[in-house]
């Protein structure tokens, strides 16, 4: 029966009121209790061959699904909203809920039902969640992505001194990476990002916390408030250590209070969604705070570095750099990209490898094809320390290992930089031995689960050959015994056949059953069992006592066959240490050797990178529109130099500021292409990559931030313009002089007026205040007239070429500046209708007329420069005054009028 969605539906919390519970069948009662235990999620409740949902959850499932909501009986006097998925199709529908963000409670019976009978015809079968399935808590490959971390993350903030400390955990229990750094509200949204989380724990007074909003309610469904106790750092060192069991977690490192508190909440949190099972983590790695490069919230969603603005794959940098052959590989990769380093030395380290890959093309060639054999090892690891494996698991380890040794085979001998030397060292401390015992033990065709057994090899163990023997043989008696039968009663359709009722049993069609009905000794031999429309079955004493024995060797091999799965499962944790190293060194030369490859294909030339404040880019082009022109046929991309290098000071001091490219150029000319082009060079060059350029130098960037493309974030209440502004004031507060800072039309979305004013100052602030490196793309002309003034501001501008009335773009970035932005032309070749295009240029004609008779150029000899700096002086000195602070301070309602007097004086005193 068909339910309709829009009727009234009980609410959870009307759902687990007492009186609810009071009025509840017993089935109802469990439910209800199971529900207000497990708030939060989407309860599947096991009813015979389904999984159940009732009411919200119900309405919730059936929409996200799309399966038929129907009702089943009355609760409180209402229809009881029901949606229910088949067991065997579960693992498809969980995968759908978790990735629309839902978290499932998955409840079982744990109970046989003929227990329940057994304390009263009514009673209920005992029923309990046995795990949360949860986006951050994950392990079945059907759930994730081959080539995604999947992090849990828990958020903690400590309120010592004046600052509170933040520091975040993160976990992937599919792999048993832990991480932990410490962060700053500022730095929050940002760090939080570029781990890329499926979920993010916070207490919930964090989460109801106001000043932390703009944090957390961009992330959506991934912030998961949870109860305060999990965060309690006062305890967190402790259940640390027994977690790892350990007496304490001094030997791992020094970890700051919010670090401890973050580490354990998530441990706390995975305790929780996996209830027996315990994930075999690796201790908490700390990462340095100022070890990567800092890329805010907008700048890493503008430039796509990890997806695109429409949140696709395709299309983004990540995408376009990844030549890895292995899942661990490509997570590798993208854990790298999205947190490029700042330590030249570091970097330094990885180029070495890839540089050391490029001139060895036949070993990258074997190191690719042995690296393509290598299943997902540490997913598998952890799926057997959960005991969710199966014989595929040990399998994908053997195959690891063996691919492994492949890879270090490949590798011996080679004169290799220090980290491709680590990753062969790695794999040759890998046990031999285990190896060996997985090659003799398993089959070659494996099962899924391993209660269906058959995945032990022949000559795995003697006793296990020996029933299978006997079963095998047994069958063979029983042919035998068929040929026995039919020649003894002359019945010569007679059939010995087995099935799950009977066994095995004697049939013969009804009219020729004589030879086995009638006589005493015929009755005596052959034993009736079921009489069909048109057929008799029958057994005989010898056939029973061989399927018993048929029976108990099956029985006997799957007990062998499991209690071998355990032994083998045993071994692997046993050297899952050795394991997760070799993992982690695989992931290595597979991310070394995709980059080579990717050198090699796109003719990318290895960056030097260093302490300096250099910018210089011969010949650079953006990785991603290089490849789109590549694969079409129009015209190839066009390299483009760039330097924003500091030069000497004068007089041979020291490196001064690094400089400012102000570029102008037509609509189409391909300004923003060439800032993002930068952008990305840079972040390449720092997560140790070779870079699109002929030749590239960078002083290593500490922060990289980008104003580029406009969007509207209408859901926070911010228009484009205000949009705009919030990522500029970001820019301009926080660039220092080794930040990179890329501005592509700041003050486009307002009047005229008002956007020359805020870029031109904006430009003045960049120069005079932040002293950083910038590239500023604009369509305001009048700004290049700074250049005369501000010393390191150089105009540059897209070269077009005008043939014909039509506008031809070169992309060639060339000194100087535009004069105009054939915004008209870009119009006409937009398909505008040719009375809107010809009216505009009559418009512009005017307008041009009125400039020229008072031109802006006029600004920079009225605006005595330098201004920003007073500004700032000025600005500082209208902060309130200690009176005024004071003041604010006083709450009159809670005084007496003692207490008022008193601060009274206080005022005057402070006054002088
Ligand atoms: N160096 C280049 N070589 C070849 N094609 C390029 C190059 N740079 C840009 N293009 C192409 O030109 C088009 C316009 O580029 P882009 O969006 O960067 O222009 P723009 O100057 O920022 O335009 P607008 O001012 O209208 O935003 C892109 O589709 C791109 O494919």
Known sequence: MQLNPQSDVLSDARLISDDSRASATPMMEQYI???????????????????????????EAS??????????????????????????????????LIALGYRVAVCEQIEDPAEAKKRGAKSVVKRDVVRLVTPGTITEDKLLSPADANYLMALARIRAGDEPAFALAWIDISTGVFRVAETTQTRLLADILRIDPRELILAD???EDAELRPSIDPLGRVAVPQPAVLFDSATAAERLARYFSVATMDGFGTY???????????????????????????????????ATLFIDPATRANLEIGRTLSGERAGSLLKAIDRTVTGGG???????????????????????????????????????????????????????????????DLGAILAGLSA??????????????????????????????LGTRLAAMLADDLPLLKRDGNFLRQGADGELDEVRALRDQSRRVIAGLQLDYCEETGVKSLKIKHNNMLGYFIEVAAPQAGPLTEGPEAKARFIHRQTMANAMRF??????????????????????????????????????????????????????????????????????VDRSLQFSIVGGRHPVVEQVLRRGSGPAFVANDCDLSAKPKAGGDGEGHGAIWLLTGPNMGGKST????????????????????GQAHIGVVDRLFSRVGASDDLARGRSTFMVEMVETAAILNQATERSLVILDEIGRGTATFDGLSIAWAAVEHLHEVNRCRGLFATHFHELTVLSEKLARLSNVTMRVKEWDGEVIFLHEVGPGAADRSYGIQVAKLAGLPPSVVARARDVLNKLEDADRKNPASQLIDDLPLFQVALRREESRRAEPSKVETALKALNPDDMTPREALDALYALKRQMG
Not at 377 to 389: D, H, V, W
Not at 405 to 428: I, K, M, N, S
């Open 63 to 96: 929409r996200a699904l799309g399966i038929t909501l129907t009702r089943r009986g009355q609760h409180l006097g209402q229809d009881i909203p029901m949606c229910g998925v088949p067991i065997h199709a579960a693992d498809d529908y969980l995968q759908k």
């Open 256 to 290: 700051s209070r919010a670090e401890l508190a973050a580490a354990a909440a998530a441990v706390a949190y995975v305790e929780k969604t996996q209830l027996a099972e315990r994930p075999a983590l690796s201790v908490p790695e700390r990462e340095a705070g100022a």
């Open 33 to 59: 209790e199971i529900k207000a235990a497990n708030p939060g999620s989407l309860l599947f409740y096991r009813m015979g061959d389904f999984y159940e949902l009732f009411f919200q959850d119900a309405l």
């Open 674 to 693: 060439f800032l993002r082009q930068n952008a990305l060079i840079a972040i390449l060059a720092q997560m140790g990559s070779f870079v699109p350029a």
């Open 205 to 207: 007074s964090l989460f």
């Open 539 to 608: 057994t005989t004493t010898a056939l029973s006592d061989l399927e018993t024995k048929i029976a108990n060797a099956a029985d006997r091999a799957l007990a062998i066959e499991l209690a071998a799965f355990d032994a083998l499962s045993a071994d692997v944790l046993a050297e899952g240490e050795a394991i997760k190293g070799a993992a982690a060194a695989l992931a290595v030369i597979d991310v070394s050797s995709g980059l080579a490859v990717l050198a090699e294909e796109q003719a990318y030339c290895r960056p030097v």
């Open 404 to 433: 492994a040794r492949a890879v270090g085979t490949a590798l011996a001998g080679a004169d290799l930089p220090q980290e491709l030397h680590a990753a062969r060292a790695a794999l040759d401390a890998l046990p031999e031995a």
């Open 330 to 392: 490509a997570r590798l990769l993208a854990e790298r990209l999205m947190s490029p380093l700042t330590d030249p030395e570091a970097i330094r380290a990885r180029l070495d490898s890839v540089s050391t890959l490029i001139d060895a093309p036949r070993l990258v060639t074997d190191l690719r094809a042995a690296l393509r054999q290598v299943p997902d090892m540490p997913r598998a690891l952890s799926r057997l320390a959960l005991g969710r494996g199966g014989p595929r």
